[in-house]
């Protein structure tokens, strides 16, 4: 397939990382086990607001598996780590994908930001490199996902949220 150009805002294609975005689950497996070393070597978080911090983090945790249980459970048999949609493989939009069109990717920073804050403040630096690798990793599946589906183009404009739905 070819590479994707630009899109409508102009910005540059991101780079594909691999045939099927190989290096992309590569860069996101370095950041899921950093922040799980940052929250199991880092200082853990003062006493004082623990309630309130693990309320936080079931607040964000729970959705958050909700939302990657979801999204994988709507996949199916088309379920993988890569970007690039498989081969023969149907336009998703029921279920989680009715909320938001990357549901894995919002239930995984979901989960990774609860586990910063029930383990250390220095888990919270990954997560927030996640942020932006997430949003370029959708912005990279989007672009194949247009060239794959006829219909993704009109879905994206159905779906107003990229990762986590009423959020972002």
Not at 64 to 76: D, E, I, M, R
Not at 104 to 112: A, E, H, N, T
Request: positive net charge.
């Amino acid at each position: 397939m070819p590479e994707p150009s630009p899109d409508v805002r102009g910005r540059l294609p991101l780079p594909s990382l691999g045939p099927r975005g190989e290096g992309w689950v590569i860069l996101q497996v370095v950041l899921i086990v950093a922040t799980a070393v940052a929250g199991i070597w880092g200082s853990p978080w003062p006493p004082a607001a623990t309630p309130w911090r693990q309320l936080g983090a079931a607040v964000v945790g729970v959705p958050g598996l909700a939302l990657a249980v979801g999204g994988a459970l709507n996949l199916g048999r088309q379920l993988t780590p890569l970007p690039r949609p498989v081969e023969g493989g149907g336009l998703r939009d029921r279920g989680a994908y009715a909320l938001a069109r990357h549901p894995m990717y919002g239930g995984v920073l979901l989960l990774l930001l609860s586990w910063a804050l029930t383990t250390s403040p220095l888990a919270l630096v990954p997560v927030a490199l996640a942020c932006p690798f997430l949003e370029a990793k959708r912005r990279m599946e989007e672009a194949w996902l247009v060239q794959h589906h006829p219909g993704y183009a009109d879905y994206r404009g159905r779906v107003r949220w990229r990762l986590i739905p009423f959020v972002w």
